[in-house]
C-alpha cells in the first residue's frame, strides 16, 4: 500500500489486484488530485479494509473508495458492501470491464453505487476527472466531517463507561459517544477488532484503540502530563482543587520550582459544580469547569508542572527532604508539601446502591450525564450547595428534580441565594426529613424505595436517576503514621494540635508549627483536607495562597 505523506488531508481510496493498474490509477489521481488529497492505493479488498480500519480509528474523512470489480477472494461488490460499514458517506465507484457491465448496473441497487468506470479511463481528463470532480462536490456537501477528538463507545448503564466520560470532561478532553449499540459505535467497534464484550472502547485522536482504559493509561494517551520531569522540586502540592491550584499559581509565580499532582481531575468536588454565583469577582457566577480551566492555565503560565491520574501513596520525611511516593513505586522529593488533598463524598449505606453506582446512582454531579436526564424524574441526596447548584442545573431540562434530605430545611446547610432559587424553581421539591432505603434495578437504577424518618412510612418510587452529595469524607488514609488527624481524618494544623499552647511531643523545632502546618515541619494542608476548615471555594483558594507564604517563611529559616 502506498499513500501520499499528509495525514491531514481526505483520503481517496484505491484498490486494484493487478499492480500495474494499481499503480496507474494512484499515478492518474495523484496528478489531479494530490495537492489537496491524500491517495491510499491497496491490492486487494482485505488489505482496503484494512486500510479503512486503521484511518477510521485515526479519525481520518475517506471522500471516495475505487474498487476493481474482478478481484479474487472478494470481489469489487463485495469489498464495497463491507467498506460501506466502515466509511458510510464515502462515494463508491466500481472499475469494470465492457463485459462486466451488468454487474455494476446491480451494484448501483445493492451497495448504492455512485458511479462505475470502464477501464481503460484514458484520458483520464475526459473519463476521469470529471466524474471524481462531481463526486468531491458531493461528498462536500454531505455532512462527513472529521473529528478531531477522543472517541469513547460504551454502554449507557456501565459504570466504567461513565467513568471515562467524566474523566475526560473534568480534564477538558474534547470527546465524542458512541453507544455501543448504534451504528457508528459498532462501526468502530469492528474497525478496532472488538465484539463490545469489554467497553468502554476509547479511541485516541491519532487512531490508538484502548480498551477498558484506567485512569492513568487514558492520561497519557490523550496527551495529559502523568510523568514528573525532576525528582526534586521546591514545593509538591497534593491535589488539584481550589486549594491545591491556589497554591500552584502564587508558589509558581513567586519563583518556587512546583509541581502538582492530582489523582483524578483538576478542580476537586469544586469543578463538577455547575454554577457558582457566590465567588468573588464573578457576579454572574462562573461553572466550576471555567474556574479549575482558568486556573489551570494560570498555573502552567507561571511553569507549574500539572501531573494527572497520579496516585499518592505515602510520605517519607528524611533530614530536609519530604518524599511522596505515587502507587506505581516511582517517588519524587522536595522542600516542602502543601496537601490539599480536598475530600470526597460519602457513600450511601443501603441496599442496592452499591451495584448501581455508575449505572443511574452518581456520587456528586456527573455532569456528563445531564443530557441522558432530558424530561427524566431526577432525585438528589444531600441539603449543601453542591446538591442545590446540581439540582439548578438539572431542573433546566429534567421533567422534575426531587430534593431528599433527613433535615427539616435546606437552610440549615445551603446558602440563601440557593434556597431561593429552588423555592422559585417550578420543578424541584424538595422533601424534607426523608432518607433512601433501598435501589432497585437489574442493569441500571429503576426504582427507590424512600422513608419518612419521623413516621418510618416507606414508599416506591420510579426513578433512573439519583445523585449524592451527602457530606465528605477526607483522602488521608495514606497519611496514617506521619501526619497528624483528628478522629475524622481531617488534618490538624497550627494552632489546633495544640495544647495549652504547646506544640505536638514530636515537634522538634523551637518555633511553634505555623497556622497551615501540619505536625512535619514543612508540610502544610489547605483546603477541605484540614480540620475545622470553611468548605468554600474562596476559602479554599486562599488558604492555598496562605500556604505558599508560609512556605517561603518556612524556606528561609530552613
Not at 10 to 17: Q, R, S
Not at 246 to 263: D, K
Not at 462 to 491: C, K, N, S
Not at 517 to 542: H, I, M, Q
Request: hydrophobic letters at 40%.
Amino acid at each position: 500500500m502506498a499513500q501520499a505523506a499528509s495525514p491531514t488531508r481526505t483520503v481517496i481510496l484505491t484498490v486494484d489486484d493487478d499492480p500495474g493498474v494499481s499503480r496507474a490509477v494512484a499515478r492518474d489521481l495523484r496528478r489531479r488530485y494530490g495537492e489537496s488529497h491524500r491517495i491510499v492505493r491497496a491490492e486487494s479488498g482485505e488489505a482496503a479494509l484494512d486500510a479503512l480500519r486503521e484511518l477510521k480509528l485515526r479519525g481520518d474523512q475517506v471522500a471516495v473508495i475505487l474498487a476493481d470489480y474482478r478481484m479474487p477472494q472478494m470481489n469489487g461488490i463485495e469489498f464495497l458492501e463491507q467498506a460501506i460499514d466502515v466509511y458510510p458517506g464515502a462515494r463508491r465507484v466500481l472499475l469494470t470491464a465492457y463485459a462486466d457491465t451488468n454487474a455494476a448496473i446491480d451494484a448501483i441497487n445493492v451497495i448504492d453505487l455512485d458511479h462505475y468506470l470502464l477501464k481503460p479511463w484514458d484520458p483520464p481528463e475526459e473519463k476521469l476527472y470529471p466524474v471524481l470532480d462531481d463526486l468531491l462536490d458531493a461528498w462536500r456537501a454531505s455532512d462527513y466531517r472529521p473529528v478531531g477528538i477522543c472517541k469513547v463507545v460504551g454502554h449507557r448503564w456501565s459504570a466504567r463507561s461513565s467513568g471515562v466520560r467524566e474523566f475526560l470532561a473534568r480534564n477538558q478532553v474534547p470527546y465524542r459517544w458512541y453507544s455501543s449499540d448504534t451504528p457508528e459505535g459498532v462501526r468502530l467497534l469492528a474497525a478496532a477488532g472488538q465484539d463490545g464484550e469489554r467497553l468502554p472502547l476509547v479511541i485516541t485522536p491519532d487512531g490508538t484503540p484502548l480498551v477498558e482504559p484506567d485512569d492513568p493509561d487514558l492520561a497519557a494517551q490523550v496527551g495529559l502530563a502523568t510523568t514528573p520531569t525532576a525528582e526534586f522540586y521546591d514545593l509538591v502540592v497534593i491535589g488539584g482543587g481550589p486549594a491545591g491550584l491556589g497554591a500552584a499559581v502564587y508558589g509558581a509565580s513567586e519563583g518556587l520550582r512546583t509541581v502538582l499532582v492530582e489523582r483524578s481531575a483538576t478542580g476537586g468536588q469544586a469543578g463538577q459544580s455547575s454554577r457558582i454565583e457566590n465567588y468573588l469577582g464573578f457576579p454572574d457566577g462562573v461553572s466550576g469547569a471555567q474556574l479549575t480551566d482558568r486556573a489551570r492555565r494560570q498555573a502552567a503560565k507561571f511553569g507549574a508542572e500539572i501531573l494527572t491520574a497520579r496516585e499518592v501513596t505515602g510520605l517519607e520525611v528524611t533530614g530536609a527532604s519530604r518524599t511522596i511516593h505515587f502507587s506505581d513505586g516511582s517517588a519524587i522529593a522536595a522542600h516542602s508539601v502543601i496537601l490539599a488533598t480536598g475530600v470526597s463524598y460519602r457513600q450511601l449505606d443501603a441496599p442496592g446502591l452499591a451495584d448501581l453506582t455508575g449505572c443511574g446512582v452518581f456520587y456528586g454531579s456527573a455532569l456528563t450525564e445531564a443530557a441522558a436526564c432530558q424530561g427524566h424524574d431526577v432525585y438528589i441526596v444531600g441539603g449543601a450547595n453542591s446538591a442545590g447548584q446540581a439540582a439548578m442545573f438539572l431542573a433546566r431540562g429534567a421533567k422534575s428534580v426531587t430534593i431528599l434530605i433527613r433535615g427539616s430545611s435546606l437552610s440549615a446547610s445551603m446558602s440563601a441565594y440557593l434556597v431561593q432559587q429552588i423555592a422559585d424553581a417550578p420543578n424541584i421539591t424538595v422533601r424534607a426529613g426523608t432518607v433512601v432505603e433501598a435501589a432497585h434495578g437489574s442493569d441500571h437504577l429503576e426504582q427507590l424505595t424512600l422513608r419518612d424518618v419521623a413516621s418510618g412510612h416507606t414508599e416506591l418510587v420510579d426513578a433512573q436517576w439519583m445523585f449524592v452529595f451527602i457530606g465528605a469524607a477526607p483522602l488521608t488514609d495514606w497519611l496514617e503514621g506521619t501526619v497528624l488527624r483528628d478522629a475524622r481524618g481531617f488534618i490538624m494544623a497550627g494552632p489546633d494540635m495544640t495544647l495549652d499552647g504547646q506544640p505536638p511531643e514530636d515537634w522538634e523545632l523551637d518555633r511553634p508549627p505555623y497556622h497551615l502546618e501540619t505536625n512535619v515541619p514543612g508540610v502544610f494542608v489547605a483546603g477541605d483536607a484540614r480540620a475545622e476548615s470553611a468548605k468554600r471555594v474562596a476559602s479554599a483558594v486562599g488558604e492555598g495562597a496562605m500556604a505558599v507564604m508560609l512556605v517561603h517563611r518556612y524556606l528561609e529559616q530552613s
